[in-house]
């Protein structure tokens, strides 16, 4: 059971920005700045610290994208499946997707009983 998911259009930009960028990582804060959207960095441009949880990592191509929370954000999230998409817009200006008129947002549903017991145990 994974905590998260990429839909198929977000995967396609995930291998744009992997071609042009190296290896990413996602990072999702709610913060002032970037409200709820996930943001997508170069791995390691962005320092996840102790309070951050590790959400898990999505796979593209054979390859891991991690994708991390702050820990408070995790909180009020802790019961939900998140899917990753994009949409046309512009997001959080940090994010690498900014530029080309595409924003990653966030997705989420309640996680069934069983979902939670499998990551919890």
Not at 42 to 69: C, I, K, N, Q, Y
Not at 73 to 96: A, C, K, N
């Amino acid at each position: 059971m994974d905590r998260v998911a990429l839909t198929p259009e977000a995967a396609d930009l995930v291998r744009r920005l992997r071609a042009d960028h190296g290896p990413l990582m996602f990072h999702q804060s709610g913060g002032c700045c970037d409200g709820s959207a996930p943001m997508c960095y170069p791995a390691g441009e962005f320092r996840t610290g102790g309070s951050d949880v590790h959400l898990g990592d999505l796979v593209v191509d054979d390859e891991a994208v991690p994708v991390w929370m702050s820990g408070k954000q995790f909180e009020y999230w802790r019961h939900t499946h998140l899917t990753i998409d994009v949409v046309p817009g512009r997001g959080g200006g940090f994010s690498l997707e900014a530029p080309l008129g595409v924003r990653f947002l966030i997705r989420s549903r309640l996680l069934t009983d069983e979902e939670s017991l499998a990551l919890n145990s």
